[in-house]
């Protein structure tokens, strides 16, 4: 046993998958024992956050000490942060107009460029062709740069509670800056939020975890029913195993996705959790198992070892347990590995047919998908409500396959090279 | 004295393993084969016999490769020549293989006449169909195999049926040499019989000129061939006629491999079966010493230490031993 | 011809007797749930949720059509002569269309979009695995773990990625629908050329994920045939290697087919879920529909036309690979 495990582990591929496996375990095991947050508790009022840390404007202002700092690039930085890419493409445009060879422009140097309009810049210009909204286009652009070029601050103002009037109560400077450890209240959303607005990572971590409990679920069940009939069909053999034999050909060939979907649509939406699913996913799933168990069962019923078991006068239990399932263990595990990875896809494949578990109760890798689908993220570019998710399951799935391929050259050297 | 068909000198070919070690397989062997004779070589699995006779068709791919050593058929000298013009020229034509594993030695989606036409269209541009089929028909039919198996697949054919079909599609171009590498031992005794046949038939119908058979089935070497070569950890160790080196043998070892087989001839009922206790060494880290010095019961402290060569007797006879033959009689009488 | 006979008269057997056995799934699987969603849908028109008369016809449509207050057994002739008609009757979600209507506009989606993406999968698939086994070194170093790590790559995941590199990134291809949404279906070159552009994306997704799964089982396939014992009697036959090659690859194909047999339900599976994410008028994008608007009628037809495309598919396949390996003439003949 010792030999096997060491073996195994000398297997680079079983290595790599194994340590990927063991790296997703512990992030989902260690990372709620910090973030107790509930994984579907809504945060954010609206769809789709960026990722982010999140400083609550009030407490900013309210801030108990504000620090003057002077930096020589803050304007310039404030600026280029504001002018979107549309409107130094604008600016570039009247300055075309203006006369200024267009070497001479480049929309990329902010302060280059905002000299340029400052000294070309005229409301009163009448360029032929230009229409109306045009024109008011670049006023609003030529205010809105002012104010930001202007040194001055903005005022707090309060409403007085006997007058009701507006009383001015601070003004915040340019140069005014709050310590973020200082601010009461900030949020770090790592991976932003959803669709309805839930910590996409908080989330994803809980996520991962049911997923993986429906695919070790559905594995296990999987993997019990295609052992026991298997077994019942490779070592009794005859009437049982034609049987047996029968009903596996047969759902080898019914596509075991039609059956879940028939399954899961008929449970109804009420009914499905997680546990459902897992179990529903297990039970189209064992034909592999029991056909791989059956071909092994059937090569060693005649082996001496087992024959020499039967002349002694063991039952058959114990003839299973002793003399076939230890030659087939290995076998078995695969099989079960290769299970729980399809397992997790087979879940996700039904969320996104809208028939996946509630809601309401839990996320799960599927479920995530299929809202970020139904909110449209990949086409709005909202990859952080995706593209994890989508990592995650790829990244389970390919270092369960890894584990399972190392296993495999290291329990059938034939296929080595 | 007869055209020699078959000269090989001093072959050394090695495996490279997956880890870059080399494994010499086939070490300085020497032997050499007359027109119409038949050259038996023994030894236990592993020893290099088949190794050996991939090595002597002169044609090599990985993981075996050629190190040193001369393969001269029928006068000409193939080690030098270039890889592509060994496939045409030599292979099949001058000498042919019969490999250990016939079963399952032919393309199972392939008609017999079509992969006759491959092999024989490879050697002879301007050959139509129909003179393939013609030849192989007459060929077939020499030997005794019914023509319709030139129309099916391997699978519609039972074992000893394939087994004579491949060979008769390695004789096909004729060739000089033979090289069956235990051509029989997957069979059942009555298939065995008809291959064995068929082999003696080959030399006598003078559809080929020499043969080369490996086995390590004692009693069929002794019937089919003129001499016998044993082989031990990728060496010869003794060479003599067939029936000298079945109920003479001098070398140690040769002397343990006869008394390990029951051999069904008179004067060896009586003999006493043991077997050779120990294993070979390991080719990747070979002795220096003699290499069934670890296994021997006459063995010297001197005999782990240097390598031994071989010794030439009388009348062609060969051994490798530190001992004289004199000296080696009289141990085995004493026991 | 004997043998092949035989396995022919084999295959339809088991073929027509696994459509038998779909057919019974789909007919007693949903009446067998707790949660029988027949009976919650009529109870749910029952109380007169809506006064619409489409409800009302819909309602005495299917009352009459699946006699759902009737025993089982009558449920089940009832049943059998419906499909037998081709009638499934009114689709709930999308009524006045019937079933049949509206699946007959979505099944050529998806059998034009999936089997010439899977077949052209296998070929690429194929080709890439031989390739890997046959030249080893370098091209194999990179061709298997990119194999393997498309292979478990969930398919819609592929159809998100190429969504979001080719058609929201780069914008070369739409990223949804079967034709541009301002087009009539007609046979106009404007037309036409919406479709194929549309077609792009679903199609390489498809393809990209056969063609994982299939590279690795036909290199393993390959280099197994390589170091079988007739390639070396062949080479000592003096035999060229290009031939050899082709000898080795005709046989390490074979098991691929009777395998492409076998997969063909999961590809359709993953295939079915890359259609929503690209919103294709397919058979994929009707059972979300037909789920999103608790549609029985419309769920069980289309699992049913699945089943009976998966098994019609495997059927063919088995039908050719008897055509193709002598082997199969040769074992039925004894």
Redesign the interface.
């Known amino acids: 046993m010792k030999h096997i495990i060491r073996q195994v582990f000398h297997s680079g591929k079983f290595v790599v998958g194994f340590c990927i496996f063991v790296t997703i375990l512990l992030v989902v095991i260690i990372y709620p024992l910090f973030i107790t947050d509930s994984p579907l508790a809504i945060l954010g009022q609206g769809t789709f956050f960026p990722p982010g840390i999140y400083v609550s404007t009030f407490d900013s202002i309210n801030s108990p000490t504000t620090y003057t700092l002077d930096l020589n690039d803050a304007a310039a930085v404030r600026i280029a942060n504001k002018l979107s890419s549309d409107d130094r493409l604008a600016i570039k445009d009247w300055l075309l107009v203006a006369g200024i060879p267009e070497d001479q422009i480049d929309i990329t140097d902010t302060k280059k460029l905002l000299d340029q309009w400052s000294s070309n810049y005229d409301p009163k210009k009448n360029i032929p062709g230009m229409t109306n909204a045009k024109r008011n286009y670049f006023v609003r652009l030529d205010n809105s740069l002012k104010g930001l070029l202007s040194a001055e601050g903005a005022i707090i103002a309060t409403k007085n509670p006997e007058t009701g009037i507006l009383e001015q109560t601070g003004i915040v400077n340019q140069s005014d800056y709050v310590n973020i450890n200082q601010v009461a209240s900030v949020r770090w959303l790592p991976l932003g939020t959803d669709n309805f607005g839930r910590d996409v990572l908080n989330e994803l971590v809980k996520a991962t975890v049911v997923s993986l409990q429906i695919g070790f679920v559905a594995g296990i069940i999987a993997t019990l029913i295609g052992l026991t009939l298997g077994l019942l069909a490779g070592y009794i053999g005859g009437i049982a195993d034609d049987v047996i034999m029968f009903i596996t050909n047969l759902f080898t060939v019914i596509p075991s996705f039609v059956l879940l979907i028939l399954i899961s649509f008929s449970i109804g939406q009420e009914q499905r959790g997680a546990f459902t699913i897992a179990v529903v996913i297990g039970f189209t799933s064992w034909v592999w198992t029991a056909r791989a168990v059956r071909s092994q069962v059937v090569s060693l019923r005649n082996r001496d070892h087992v024959n020499l078991s039967k002349l002694s006068g063991h039952s058959i239990v114990h003839i299973i347990l002793t003399d076939i399932l230890p030659y087939i263990a290995s076998y078995v595990i695969m099989a079960l590995i290769l299970q729980i990875s399809s397992g997790i896809l087979a879940e996700a494949g039904l969320s996104i047919l809208g028939l996946g578990p509630r809601t309401t109760d839990v996320p799960t890798l599927g479920l995530m998908m299929n809202w970020a689908m139904i909110y449209q993220a990949q086409i709005l570019g909202k990859w952080w409500a995706y593209f994890p998710v989508l990592l995650t399951i790829a990244l389970i799935t390919f270092s369960m396959n890894l584990m399972n391929t190392g296993l495999d050259q290291v329990f059938n050297p034939a296929l080595r090279d | 004295m007869a055209n020699v068909m078959l000269e090989v000198k001093e072959l050394t070919t090695k495996y490279i393993t997956r880890f870059g070690e080399d494994v010499y397989a086939v070490d300085h062997v020497s032997l050499k084969v007359e027109e119409g004779k038949a050259l038996g070589i023994a030894g236990e699995s592993g020893c290099g016999k088949s190794t050996l006779a991939l090595s002597l068709m002169g044609y090599y791919f990985a993981p075996l490769h050629y190190t040193s050593g001369e393969i001269i058929i029928d006068g000409r000298n193939i080690s030098g020549m270039n890889p592509d013009e060994v496939r045409k020229s030599i292979l099949g034509k001058e000498i042919a293989y019969i490999p250990q594993a016939a079963m399952n030695a032919l393309n199972p989606t392939r008609k017999i006449i079509h992969f006759i036409e491959d092999v024989i269209q490879e050697h002879e541009l301007y050959i139509t169909k129909k003179d393939i089929y013609d030849r192989a028909r007459k060929l077939f039919e020499t030997l005794g195999l019914p023509a319709e198996v030139l129309q099916k697949y391997p699978v519609e054919l039972s074992g000893g049926m394939k087994q004579r079909t491949v060979i008769a599609i390695s004789v096909l171009l004729l060739p000089k040499v033979l090289i069956a590498d235990e051509p029989s031992s997957a069979l059942d005794v009555t298939s065995q019989k008809m291959v064995i046949k068929m082999l003696r038939q080959l030399m006598e119908t003078g559809l080929i000129s020499s043969l080369i058979f490996i086995t390590h089935e004692l009693p069929l070497l002794y019937n089919v061939t003129d001499d016998i070569m044993v082989m031990y950890a990728g060496q010869i160790v003794e060479k003599a006629n067939s029936k000298e080196a079945v109920f003479d043998p001098i070398h140690p070892y040769a002397k343990g491999l006869m008394g390990s087989i029951i051999v069904p001839e008179k004067g060896l009922r009586d003999v006493k079966l043991t077997a050779i206790p120990g294993v070979p060494p390991n080719l990747k880290r070979p002795p220096a010493g003699c290499r069934f010095a670890e296994r021997c019961k006459y063995v010297q402290p001197e005999c782990k230490v240097h390598s031994v060569d071989l010794r030439e007797l009388e009348g062609g006879r060969t051994y490798r031993c530190i001992f004289s033959e004199e000296q080696l009689r009289k141990a085995y009488q004493n026991g | 011809m004997k043998g092949y006979r035989k396995y022919f008269l084999n295959k339809l057997a ?1 073929f027509l ?2 459509l038998v ?2 057919f019974l ?2 007919f007693i ?9 027949v009976a ?1 849908i009529v109870a749910r028109m029952a109380q007169g949720m809506s006064n619409s008369s489409g409800v009302q016809a819909i309602y005495e449509q299917y009352t009459e059509l699946f006699g759902t207050n009737k025993p089982m057994l009558e449920q089940f002739f009832l049943y059998t002569r419906n499909v037998a008609r081709g009638d499934f009757g009114f689709s709930f979600s999308q009524y006045p269309r019937t079933v049949a209507d509206v699946l007959s506009a979505s099944i050529w989606w998806t059998v034009c979009l999936q089997f010439p993406a899977i077949i052209v999968g296998w070929l690429i698939g194929n080709s890439l695995g031989a390739l890997a086994a046959y030249l080893k070194g370098g091209f194999d170093k990179v061709i298997m773990p990119v194999s ?2 498309i ?7 592929m159809a ?2 190429l ?2 590199i080719f ?2 990134n780069l914008k070369w291809f739409p ?2 629908g079967g034709y541009g949404f301002d087009l009539i279906p007609s046979f106009t070159w404007s037309f036409m050329w919406s479709v194929i552009v549309h077609y792009q994306l679903p199609f390489w997704s498809i393809v990209l994920i056969a063609i994982g799964g299939q590279a690795i089982g036909m290199r ?1 396939m390959s ?1 197994y045939e390589l170091n ?3 390639v ?9 290697d290009r ?1 050899i090659v082709g ?1 080795v690859f ?2 390490a194909m ?1 098991p691929q087919i009777t395998g492409l047999a ?1 997969s063909v ?2 590809m ?3 295939a ?2 890359a259609e ?2 690209f919103s294709y008028p397919g058979l ?1 994008s009707t ?2 529909t037909a ?2 608007g608790q549609d ?1 009628p419309l ?2 037809a289309t ?1 049913l036309i ?2 009976l495309m ?2 019609s598919a ?1 059927f063919i396949i088995e039908i050719l690979y008897g055509i193709i ?3 199969i003439k ?2 039925q ?1 004894d």
């Open positions: 088991w007797v696994t056995c779909a799934l789909n699987l949903p009446r067998l749930m707790p949660g029988d969603p919650a393997i790590f292979s478990n790559f969930p398919p819609f995941g998100v990625l969504m979001v058609g929201v990223t949804s393993s280099i079988a014992d007739y070396k009697y062949a080479r000592f036959l003096g035999i060229k031939k000898y005709r046989n074979l076998l339900g999961t359709v599976g993953g079915l879920v929503i994410i994929g059972i979300l789920v999103r029985y769920v069980s699992t699945i089943t998966v098994l495997n390996d002598p082997r040769a074992a003949a």
